[in-house]
């Protein structure tokens, strides 16, 4: 199983989701420095458990977890499945993304408040790259500028985030579908295909801004998560989140990312997926067999 931890030293003083802003311990909003400890989990539909591309990749999904001295950045990709059926692998495209995107918050190629921008850049390199790259992606970005405390998202399909604040959710992704089972994504065709392959631009994600507090749980996950839990059941692993240490939050990961897993395959369960089909006038039941990505952060005062 694939995990990762934010860099610097984090110290969570907050007791998760129990702090209000006016809480001497939180800062009362201002105060030092915020960041991530991030810890992820994630699943092949191809039942290879743990098993790992290169670039952070489970099955088709990416991911990437990156520090710089502005702000803590990371990301989930989806590769688009369907371009296997014409010799593409579809985990290239969604892992070289993450992976540009990861290099560029390294090298300090971004603005905390423009995640929208990271998305941009890494799209283009990939339009310019010598050997050509086919294929398609939707993309989550969440950026937390340690100063301002603020965090900043760029959400391009299916692939979303949650913030959840004294066990309820207080922000979230919205998702964006052409139609149904048709997300929003970034894609590269052959010259022969343009203009015949779906293809929205990075500046179509839909972007948000909002203040945070010690404490917030973040969760970035691909839609391989939410198609198979409901956020009551995701709310109800997170109350298994005692502390922020690493090693909680890592099998807090884990625990969302198995059940999810486990509910996909499940052929009598009526998951948000099949219910979101049947609003669409089609007979399905059942989880979603998917790759599964979860990333899981907490909020905390960061120390160099």
């Known amino acids: 199983m694939f995990s990762v931890l934010s860099y610097g030293r984090l110290v969570a003083r907050a007791v998760l989701g129990g702090l209000s802003q006016t809480?001497?311990?939180?800062?009362?909003?201002?105060?030092?420095?915020?960041?991530l400890v991030t810890a992820g989990c994630g699943f092949g539909k191809d039942f290879r458990k743990g098993l790992l591309k290169k670039g952070a990749c489970y099955g088709d999904d990416a991911c990437f977890v990156a520090r710089h001295r502005s702000a803590d950045v990371l990301g989930v990709a989806d590769g688009v499945g369907g371009w296997r059926d014409y010799g593409v692998d579809?985990?290239?495209?969604?892992?070289?993304?993450m992976r540009t995107c990861e290099r560029l918050v390294k090298e300090g190629r971004f603005i905390p408040?423009?995640?929208?921008?990271?998305?941009?850049?890494?799209?283009?390199?990939?339009?310019?790259?010598?050997?050509?790259?086919?294929?398609?992606?939707?993309?989550?970005?969440?950026?937390?500028?340690?100063?301002?405390?603020?965090l900043h998202t760029a959400n391009l399909g299916d692939s979303g985030f949650l913030v959840v604040r004294g066990g309820e959710v207080v922000h979230r992704s919205d998702e964006q579908q052409h139609y149904f089972n048709t997300p929003f994504q970034l894609s590269i065709a052959p010259p022969e295909a343009?203009?015949?392959?779906?293809?929205?631009?990075?500046?179509?994600?839909?972007?948000?801004?909002?203040?945070?507090?010690?404490?917030?749980?973040?969760?970035?996950?691909?839609?391989?998560?939410?198609?198979?839990?409901?956020?009551?059941?995701?709310?109800?692993?997170?109350?298994?989140?005692?502390?922020?240490?690493?090693?909680?939050?890592?099998q807090t990961a884990r625990s969302i990312a198995e059940q999810a897993h486990?509910?996909?395959?499940?052929?009598?369960?009526?998951?948000?997926?099949?219910?979101?089909?049947?609003?669409?006038?089609?007979?399905?039941?059942?989880?979603?067999?998917?790759?599964?990505?979860?990333?899981?952060?907490i909020v905390a005062e960061y120390t160099d």
């Open 262 to 297: 486990e509910l996909a395959y499940d052929p009598n369960y009526m998951s948000p997926f099949a219910q979101f089909a049947c609003d669409n006038g089609l007979n399905v039941r059942g989880g979603k067999p998917d790759d599964i990505t979860v990333l899981l952060s």
């Open 113 to 150: 408040s423009n995640p929208i921008g990271i998305l941009t850049t890494s799209y283009c390199e990939l339009l310019q790259n010598k050997v050509p790259l086919l294929g398609s992606s939707t993309a989550c970005i969440v950026v937390l500028d340690r100063t301002s405390h603020r």
């Open 194 to 250: 343009e203009g015949v392959v779906l293809s929205d631009s990075p500046d179509a994600a839909d972007s948000t801004s909002f203040d945070v507090q010690l404490g917030d749980i973040i969760l970035t996950a691909t839609d391989g998560l939410f198609d198979n839990m409901p956020d009551y059941m995701i709310l109800q692993e997170l109350k298994k989140l005692k502390n922020s240490n690493y090693e909680s939050i890592q």
């Open 23 to 35: 809480d001497p311990r939180a800062g009362g909003g201002g105060g030092g420095d915020y960041g």
């Open 90 to 97: 579809p985990s290239q495209f969604s892992g070289t993304l």
